[in-house]
């Protein structure tokens, strides 16, 4: 079969692999579509070295291959969850496998992933994908659609709110598509005017560009100096959270997502007299998902994050145009469209 290589720093090829075989309730399925994430692009696109795993976790396909399932059968379409779970540790049982205590491995990165055209899966890996939700859009549930849910949920977003989104990345980008759906007026924080002009289009209110000055102060402007009910940090940088901090009203909540080295809390100014909440977030628990199914039956447009499309053929060029950042979110299809 034919699979990205990621080779050293900014550089990929396509590459022949020999093809998956199942292997007790390992499975293979065909990759019909597959995106690249903003953590494909950090931890392996841009590190020097090469990379012994095929590359990729977000990924939706069709089983062709069983040897002993429990459950799925040739034909059965799934969506990819990146984690090789244990499936019995109390969080695995919680339906948290991305924090399983006994982890086996995450697809794209310890293991081979979905950059490619078959993939080998543990079963319990795999979500049923209903007929309703296209291959395309099953690519984007566990990070665009999933994760920003989540935090969404764990922050009792509503109608009411006015969110604020950091980082219009594929992650800032489903916050606004999902935060929007939930009937929130959001507004949208990014250097890049391709990306705020998406934002817009997948239901941002407003935009607001660090590059035109002070955000906490643009922003205080935008909402008669009210701040933000909610924010969402997907951009990865010191700043943007510092922003959201100042920027949250008294019992506000922040939802870290962006990967973030390191950022500055002012524990008094914060959380002393604001009493605000800070929460993580990295992908959802799968009990979660007939909710991110329901929000598909009801019409969730996630396609429309979708920018640009390739095939594993043209691994490369995926890469370098995603990496260049006036892109939504780019995937891969067998056919490249
Ligand atoms: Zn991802
Ligand atoms: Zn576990």
Known sequence: MRAAK???ALKVETRDFPDPKPEGDDVVVRVEAAAICGSDLHALYQKPGEKKQIPGHEGAGVVVAVDKPRSLKIGDRVAVTACRSCQSCDMCRAGYTTYCRAMKGVYGFSLDGVHAEYVRIAESSL???PDFIPFDAGCLILDPVGTP???LK???ANATHLIGVFGLGPMGLGAVLIAARLGARVIGVDMIAYRRDLALK???WRTVNPGDGDVVQQIRDLTKGYGLDRSLECSGKAEPLHAALDLA?????VAIIGENEK???RPSDHFNRKEICLSGSCCFPLGEYGEIVRLFENGLRATDMITHRFTVEQAAEA???FAGGNTGKVIFTRSGA
């Open 6 to 8: 990621i080779l050293d």
């Open 127 to 129: 979500l049923p994908l």
């Open 149 to 151: 849910y989540h935090a």
């Open 154 to 156: 764990r922050m009792a």
């Open 202 to 204: 997948l239901g941002a």
């Open 249 to 253: 009203r008294p019992l506000g909540h």
């Open 263 to 265: 950022a500055t809390i």
């Open 319 to 321: 890469y370098r145009t």
